[in-house]
RNA sequence: GCCGAUGUAGCUCAGCCGGUAGAGCAACUGAUUCGUAAUCAGUAGGUCCGCGGUUCGAUUCCGCGCAUCGGCUCCA
């Protein structure tokens, strides 16, 4: 029989014997390199390692180090869970469980719920079956047959799963380990006994394809790592990132609360809180100033008429709280947009003065579902930083890249990674199609010019037009959108709004609704997380504390006191009987940037000595030093 | 809204099989006058989330509600 030939992931050649699979071949090349080998890619197709070889295959291997790897090692561990699932709770209907992000998750349908404890009982199961060394075995069968196999082992999910596939697909791959059969197109790794670190960490509601119609199933979420190190290390991210947590910091450091007998999802701002929300809006209404924003203020509630005339009475409503004013029904305004437009429209506009921006700091209210509430990041009022531009068509690109600039501005100001996102027109909408496409083109043409990357957000635009979302990350990860741009041609129509074009003739202006740092409330969550409560010292609500080592210093102590204050700079004191050591450890858990101590030498030489957050001394200084040292470095941000 | 878990002092948490509750920190009082992450002692502090039910008796068991947490769906 004639050898075949193969190009080995070093771009070398070599022969070898008919129906060679990936592992031969790889062991008589560099054996070495299968222990950390979890698949391969043949001709660029991810593949198992037990897989055959034919004659002209271009080999590589996916490393467990990799992205695709750990992915496919998590996904792995995940069908391990799931047959542990079944093997403890008999009649558990497994339905998807892929990998993600940060692990793995598996759902399932079973009569009872998952409690917490059974996560245990799985796991040991798990570390059994991960023990035994069951080999992953790929098998094809034509989809009925597939079908035919499922429905006899009681799996109506995997069943449904075969049904949907497009008609062109005739066969499907199943994967089995030690009794258990999932359908899954794989790879997988070679055996079970290559897992070597997991954990499984909640269980979760989750309805079946995502959809609320659906019947809601069992998640369990896990993860899984190629050394039992890399686990630990990740779960001891978890704890410090539960540290940053912003619910829990809003209440250390004294920012903000949210009340039971207050209601759910409103925030109430303690002064510190309110500190650190009047300097981000300060900063705002500068910055807003220099890009030629107006800045404007509408009522709290609108006629309900006012609110059908825009369509969010009729794609809106749900979000919307109403109100009864003497017989007529009012709209609690869930947006800014109709009082900006009303502003527009109080006299003739022309061509000259376009484009038009106008900024509101505007408080809104949206009735969000109970179970969506979280901390500052969701909440049912919040405070946007909105502006609606009403431009020409031929400004409108321009507008656009100026809004992305800002945003770029605003989060390396605030020191944020984000992603980009294009979200596109959803089912529930109003305007024509040709619309819709004319602002999706102007969002994409704009970024494009700006050289921006994004993604693209299938349907979830607004009901009035497409939008670019800027998304930045929280302590856990998760995704919270801030800023957007959203482009509309349809308000502008449903208001008729116009101005008059150099021929003298009425134009329809092109509105751009628009919001830098999002919501304020949520902003600020996210911030919290991102400093871990440890704000730059322009944002610090307390910028210095001023610590006397001894009653004895109490006097200069506030004569000192009065003299950093009047120079603008956020100071509290600490003049308690107690120990030097005891008020640090105080301001140091409240993360003020500056301790300021006064003992003999200080009051001596009329001087203070700062001690910073890091723990840094700066030895004795004049006040004026210190003062003029701290307006310094605020002067860039205010 | 849906699934699950949780709710005890200002905070973090104990509390067995039903017999009306404890610790540490914080607070307050006193002593101490102290130099860069916790001085000592004492005192006070609770509708055990709320409302019903079972029981001689409920923080504990059951039901309903409210709220929080983790997800799902939805969104800034």
């Known amino acids: 029989m004639r050898e075949i030939n193969i190009t080995l992931p070093d771009g070398s050649k070599a022969s070898y014997p008919p129906g060679v699979t990936v592992t031969e071949a790889i ?6 390199k299968l222990k950390s080998a979890i698949a391969a890619r043949i001709n660029g197709v991810s593949v198992d390692l ?8 271009a080999l590589e291997l996916i490393d467990v180090s990799s992205e695709e790897g750990l992915s496919i090692l998590r996904h792995s561990i995940s069908h391990v869970m799931a047959q542990a699932v079944q093997d403890i709770f008999p009649g558990a209907q497994v339905a998807i469980g892929p990998s993600i992000e940060s692990g793995f998750y598996y759902d399932f349908e079973y009569g009872q719920a998952f409690a917490p404890e059974d996560l245990e009982k799985i796991e040991t199961r798990m570390k059994e079956i991960v023990a035994a060394k069951h080999p992953f075995q790929r098998r094809e069968l034509p989809r009925e047959e597939a079908m035919a196999f499922f429905r006899e082992r009681g799996e109506p ?4 799963l075969i049904n949907d596939l497009p008609g062109d697909v005739k066969t499907v791959s199943l994967y089995g380990q030690g009794g258990y059969v999932d359908l899954c197109r794989g790879p997988h790794i070679s055996s079970t006994g290559k897992i ?24 369990i979420y896990g993860t899984g790592f190629a050394t039992d190190k890399a686990l630990k290390e990740y779960l001891h991210l ?13 209440r250390e450091l004294d920012l903000f609360q949210i009340n039971e007998d207050a209601g759910q999802g409103l925030i109430i701002f303690h002064p510190r809180g309110t ?9 705002e209404k500068k910055e807003h100033k220099k890009r030629g924003y107006e800045m404007v203020m509408g009522p709290q509630i609108l006629k309900a008429e006012l609110w059908k005339r825009s369509g969010h009475f009729d794609h809106y409503r749900d979000n919307m709280y109403f109100t009864e004013v003497e017989g007529q029904s009012y709209g609690i305004k869930p947006m800014n947009c109709l009082s900006h437009m009303l502003i527009y429209k109080s006299k003739i506009r022309s061509y000259r003065d376009l484009p038009i921006r106008y900024f509101e700091l505007g408080t809104v209210h949206r009735h969000e579902k109970t179970g969506v509430l979280h901390g500052l990041m969701r909440v049912r009022q919040f405070t946007q930083d909105d502006a609606h531009i009403l431009c020409t068509p031929s400004q409108l690109n321009a507008e656009i890249r100026a809004i ?12 944020f990674d984000y992603e980009v996102e294009l979200s596109t027109r959803p089912k529930d909408s109003i305007g024509s199609d040709e619309e819709w496409e004319m602002a999706t083109a102007a969002l994409k043409e704009a970024m494009r010019d700006n050289g921006m990357s994004y993604e693209i957000n299938e349907g979830d635009g607004a009901f009035y037009g497409p939008k670019i979302d800027f998304k930045l990350k929280d302590a856990l990860n998760r995704k919270w959108q801030c800023a957007t741009i959203q482009c509309d041609f349809t308000l502008p129509e449903r208001f008729d709004l116009s101005y008059i074009g150099e021929d003298g003739e009425k134009h329809r202006p092109v509105m751009l609704h628009r919001v830098i740092l999002g919501a304020i409330e949520r902003f600020m969550g996210v911030l919290i997380e991102h400093y871990a409560g440890a704000f730059p010292l322009w944002l610090a609500p307390v910028q210095a504390v001023l610590l006397t080592v001894t009653d004895k210093f109490i006097p200069y102590g506030e004569e000192v006191l009065g003299r950093i204050a009047d120079a603008g700079i956020r100071v509290e004191k600490d003049f308690r009987n107690e120990k030097l050591g005891y008020k640090i450890r105080e301001a140091q858990l409240q993360k003020i940037p500056y301790m300021l101590v006064i003992g003999d030498r200080e009051m001596e030489s009329g001087q203070i000595s700062p001690r910073q957050r890091d723990g840094q001394n700066l030895g004795a200084v004049g006040v004026e030093a210190f003062t003029s040292l701290v307006r310094e470095k605020c002067a860039r941000f205010e």
């Open 275 to 283: 500190v650190l929300r009047n300097l981000i809006e300060d900063w």
């Open 27 to 32: 062991s008589s090349w560099h054996k070495e």
């Open 238 to 250: 978890l704890e410090e990132a539960k540290k940053r947590d912003h619910r829990k910091l809003g």
């Open 196 to 219: 070597k670190a997991f954990k499984l960490l909640n269980v979760a509601g989750a309805y079946w394809r995502g959809d609320e119609k659906n019947k809601m199933l069992q998640r």
């Open 50 to 57: 037990s897989r055959p070889l034919q004659n002209g295959d």
């Open 157 to 160: 999910y995997k069943v449904e």
């Open 404 to 415: 992305a600039d800002f945003v770029g501005y605003a989060m390396k100001i605030f020191g």
